[in-house]
């Protein structure tokens, strides 16, 4: 009888403290993935969980999932001023559309991901405010060790957007486009094999005007991604744009050989393609 009643204990147990795991899980956000044992719960009684939750932080980001904005904000007041507590409100400005505040809250909380969908989705129509947000984004990262990936990720999109700005101001366009190239070296500092930043500050530095450096890289990316069509397109611009006709006619080749068929010839390209067009025809 002891037995049997020690192993009900034990199994009491076991179901108690899987009902806090659930809690928990639940209240960082577990509740999206769909299908779970946590979101079956809470579709079943969205208050079954509840007593579970933990802190008021906990709280709080189970509040936001729930969509009660009211009780969010009242958990949020309680809480101490640290990343964390920054996250939350920029998770509830964003549910209340306000993006500069949420950017803002998400710069702080070193959260580069969240701040980035906000950035990326204002630079369409603000490029100037989404310049000054990535900044700020990047300076929040540098120096957080955790966030080499982000940072790297934010890097790129800062030369991008700079890239951009170029663009759209030609009066300074040199001064933005030297920008750009920086920042991609700063990405490929942080991540030295990751082809879509050699390939970003490849082509920065061709239309820039150093060969030199968009050879290297674009011979860079080709050895990481042998089969990259961009790199080989890359590679045969920046022979065209030294003169080398030849070297550019085997590397059009090749890019043609790899490149998806809805992808731009190398070729059409409308700042470095006429040359190669010249070159090659």
């Known amino acids: 009888m002891l037995r049997v009643l020690g192993v009900l204990a034990v199994v009491a147990l076991v179901v108690v403290l899987g009902a806090v795991q659930l809690a928990s899980s639940a209240a960082y956000g577990d509740l999206a993935a769909r299908p779970s044992l946590p979101a079956a719960l809470h579709a079943l009684d969205p208050t079954l969980l509840r007593p579970f939750l933990g802190g008021p932080a906990a709280r709080a980001a189970a509040a936001l999932h729930n969509g009660d904005l009211v009780e969010a904000q009242r958990l949020i007041a309680t809480l101490p001023d640290n990343p964390r507590t920054a996250d939350l409100q920029g998770r509830l400005l964003e549910a209340r559309h306000d993006s500069d505040g949420a950017i803002a809250a998400y710069v702080r909380a ?34 957080e060790r955790s966030a080499a990936e982000e940072t790297g990720q934010a890097w790129w999109r800062l030369g991008q957007l700079q890239a951009a700005a170029g663009y759209a101001a030609s009066a300074q366009r040199a001064m933005w486009w030297l920008a750009a190239e920086a920042s991609y070296e700063r990405a490929l500092a942080l991540a030295p094999n990751e082809e879509t930043y050699l390939l970003a500050a490849g082509y920065q530095s061709l239309v820039n005007g150093d060969t030199a450096s968009a050879a290297r890289l674009y011979a860079r990316a080709a050895a990481v991604v042998p089969n990259s069509a961009d790199a080989f397109a890359g590679e045969a611009w920046t022979a065209a744009a030294r003169g080398d006709c030849a070297a550019a006619g085997a590397a059009l080749a090749r890019a043609r050989a790899l490149r998806v068929q809805k992808v731009r010839d190398p070729v059409d390209d409308p700042r470095v393609g006429p040359a190669l067009r010249r070159c090659t025809t």
């Open 110 to 143: 070193g959260d580069g991901v969240r701040a980035q969908n906000l950035i990326d989705a204002l630079a369409a129509s603000d490029l100037p405010r989404a310049l000054r947000d990535q900044r700020a984004l990047v300076s929040a990262l540098q120096g």
